[in-house]
């Protein structure tokens, strides 16, 4: 079954100051989301990637999927403390079955 | 609002008493998933339903938990006789039609066995 990585683990940044959260995946991505979880709440939808080398951008959030989509990086600029939670790469297979999650990154900005 | 619906959002219950967590998709989903998050640990996967059948349910404890959605009604996991350990938040997702289309998830309801 698939797997996926993420680093770091958690993250503590300066506020302004950018980051990025990797996901790593054990076999070919067909599609790739990225979530963000507050303590205490569910998973809110970010972004999905599905083509090799396709990026997508959200106010200061950019993902990418690389070329080979076995990886995603998760880019936030001049981040902010509302920045701050738990980020998720899933993926699903090409069935739509079997949808798993990373471990998450914890993200902490200070004011 | 038209998103993931769960009930209870807080749930108590002894040792060997059942446990109802529901969900309800967001309109037009007819494809739930249930995760399971302990405490500072990730999501994982228990099953996937589709109305009135089971897809996937490999991440499902063999005995004490089911899962159902119902042509009417909501997506219900049940937990019966329940043990210290399932004291956990359960979390439901809903999505379109997949392979390719984002979960959507639900607030959760967490699960407390005393």
């Known amino acids: 079954s698939q797997e996926l990585e993420q680093s770091p683990q958690s993250l503590i940044v300066q506020e302004g100051k950018n980051l990025t959260i990797n996901c790593t995946s054990s076999?070919?991505?067909?599609?790739l989301y990225w979530y963000k979880q507050k303590y205490g709440e569910g998973l809110i939808f970010l972004m999905m990637l599905q083509k090799g080398g396709e990026e997508k951008s959200h106010e200061k959030i950019t993902a990418k999927l690389d070329e080979k989509k076995q990886q995603s990086s998760l880019h936030i600029t001049a981040s902010q403390p509302s920045h701050a939670g738990i980020y998720l790469c899933g993926a699903d297979d090409n069935y739509g079955q079997n949808f798993v999650f990373g471990p998450g990154t914890r993200l902490s900005v200070l004011p | 609002n038209a998103g993931v619906m769960q009930n209870p959002r807080h749930l108590v219950r002894r040792r060997g008493q059942e446990a109802r967590l529901r969900c309800s998709p967001m309109k037009g989903h007819s494809h739930v998933y249930w995760y399971r998050q302990l405490p500072e640990e990730g999501l994982k996967f228990m099953v996937y339903l589709q109305k009135e059948n089971i897809i996937d349910e490999s991440g499902m404890p063999k005995e004490r938990f089911s899962a159902e959605f119902p042509k009417e009604g909501p997506s219900i996991l049940r937990i019966q006789q329940v043990v210290r350990g399932d004291s956990a938040a359960y979390f439901c997702a809903s999505s379109f039609q997949p392979p390719f289309s984002p979960l959507h998830f639900g607030n959760g309801t967490r699960l407390t066995v005393t």
């Open positions: 076999k070919t991505l067909y599609g």
